[in-house]
C-alpha cells in the first residue's frame, strides 16, 4: 500500500486514546443525563469482517458519543475515524486518537477518505465512525441523504456498514438524554440510507415515549438541578427525616 501522510494508524497513541476517552466520558456525563441504547443495543458482528458505523448528525455530540459507546460496545476492535481537516489542524491532538482530516466536497477529500479508509480497514482489528450525512441534520429530516463515500469504502473493502440513529432530546430533567440506536447490519451498498432512516425512525418513536425502559443505559449524569433550588430540596429532606432524591420525577428508572 502506497504511503499515506499523516497515517493515523501509525500515528495512533494507545495511552493518549484511553485518556481523551475518559475525557470525554466525563464530558458525556457532565452534558447529558444519561446515554442510552435502544434495545436491541447491538447485533452480533463478524470479528472477521472490516466495520464501519455510519450516523446521522444531529449535533456536536456526535463524536464523543461514538467513543463512549465504542468503548461500551466494541472496545475489542480500535476506532477510527474521519473529520473535517480544517478543524482538525485546529485540534491536532486529535491525529494522536486515530482521527484523519479530509477536505469535504472536493475530489482530493474524497479520495483520500477512500486512500485512508482503505488503510485503516485493512486489519479488521480496526473500525472506523462516521457521521455519514456530511452535515449537521435535525433528526427528522427525510429523506435521509449520505455521502457517497461510505458505499465506495465498502466496495473496495469488503466492510460491513451498521447504521447508528442518535438524538438528544429533553425529557423530565435539567440535562437532555443522549439516545442511540442501532440498525441492522449492512452488506449491500443500495441499502444504507434506508437503514439508517429504519433507525431513526425506531428511535423517534421511543424518545417520543419518553420511557426509558426499551433501552439500556451505557452512562449515567448527575441527576436534578443542582445550585439552590437543589441544595433547599436537600436540606427540605433531611428536616423532614426523608432519603433526598435529586431527580425531577420519583421513579429511578427515569
Given at each position: 500500500m502506497e504511503?499515506?501522510?499523516?497515517?493515523?494508524?501509525?500515528?495512533?497513541?494507545?495511552?493518549?486514546?484511553?485518556?481523551?476517552?475518559?475525557?470525554?466520558?466525563?464530558?458525556?456525563?457532565?452534558?447529558?443525563?444519561?446515554?442510552?441504547?435502544?434495545?436491541?443495543?447491538v447485533p452480533a458482528t463478524d470479528p472477521a469482517r472490516p466495520l464501519i458505523v455510519y450516523a446521522n448528525h444531529p449535533g456536536w455530540w456526535d463524536p464523543a458519543v461514538f467513543l463512549c459507546l465504542h468503548v461500551a460496545r466494541f472496545g475489542d476492535r480500535h476506532a477510527y475515524g474521519p473529520m473535517?481537516?480544517?478543524?482538525?489542524?485546529?485540534?491536532?491532538?486529535?491525529?494522536?486518537?486515530?482521527?484523519?482530516?479530509?477536505?469535504?466536497?472536493?475530489?482530493?477529500?474524497?479520495?483520500?477518505?477512500?486512500?485512508?479508509?482503505?488503510?485503516?480497514?485493512?486489519?479488521?482489528?480496526?473500525?472506523i465512525w462516521m457521521t455519514a450525512q456530511g452535515r449537521f441534520a435535525d433528526p427528522r429530516e427525510r429523506p435521509v441523504a449520505l455521502m457517497g463515500g461510505l458505499s465506495a469504502l465498502m466496495g473496495r473493502t469488503g466492510a460491513v456498514a451498521l447504521p447508528l440513529a442518535l438524538e438528544y432530546p429533553f425529557w423530565s430533567e435539567k440535562r437532555p438524554e443522549a439516545?442511540?440506536?442501532?440498525?441492522?447490519?449492512?452488506?449491500?451498498?443500495?441499502?444504507?440510507?434506508?437503514?439508517?432512516?429504519?433507525?431513526?425512525?425506531?428511535?423517534?418513536?421511543?424518545?417520543?415515549?419518553?420511557?426509558?425502559?426499551?433501552?439500556?443505559?451505557?452512562?449515567?449524569?448527575?441527576?436534578?438541578?443542582?445550585?439552590?433550588?437543589?441544595?433547599?430540596k436537600r436540606l427540605h429532606a433531611m428536616f423532614r427525616g426523608e432519603r433526598h432524591d435529586p431527580?425531577?420525577?420519583?421513579?429511578?428508572s427515569r
Open positions: 504511503r499515506i501522510d499523516d497515517d493515523p494508524v501509525a500515528l495512533r497513541d494507545p495511552r493518549r486514546v484511553r485518556f481523551f476517552e475518559w475525557i470525554m466520558a466525563r464530558q458525556v456525563r457532565a452534558g447529558f443525563r444519561a446515554l442510552r441504547v435502544l434495545r436491541p443495543s473535517e481537516a480544517a478543524a482538525l489542524e485546529r485540534y491536532g491532538f486529535m491525529k494522536r486518537i486515530g482521527m484523519w482530516g479530509v477536505a469535504p466536497g472536493t475530489r482530493a477529500g474524497a479520495a483520500r477518505f477512500l486512500r485512508v479508509g482503505e488503510r485503516v480497514l485493512s486489519d479488521p482489528g480496526r473500525m439516545l442511540a440506536a442501532f440498525g441492522t447490519i449492512q452488506e449491500d451498498p443500495a441499502g444504507l440510507a434506508e437503514a439508517l432512516e429504519g433507525a431513526m425512525d425506531r428511535l423517534a418513536a421511543a424518545a417520543v415515549a419518553r420511557d426509558p425502559a426499551p433501552f439500556d443505559t451505557v452512562s449515567r449524569g448527575a441527576q436534578g438541578t443542582g445550585g439552590v433550588y437543589g441544595a433547599w431527580a425531577h420525577l420519583t421513579d429511578e
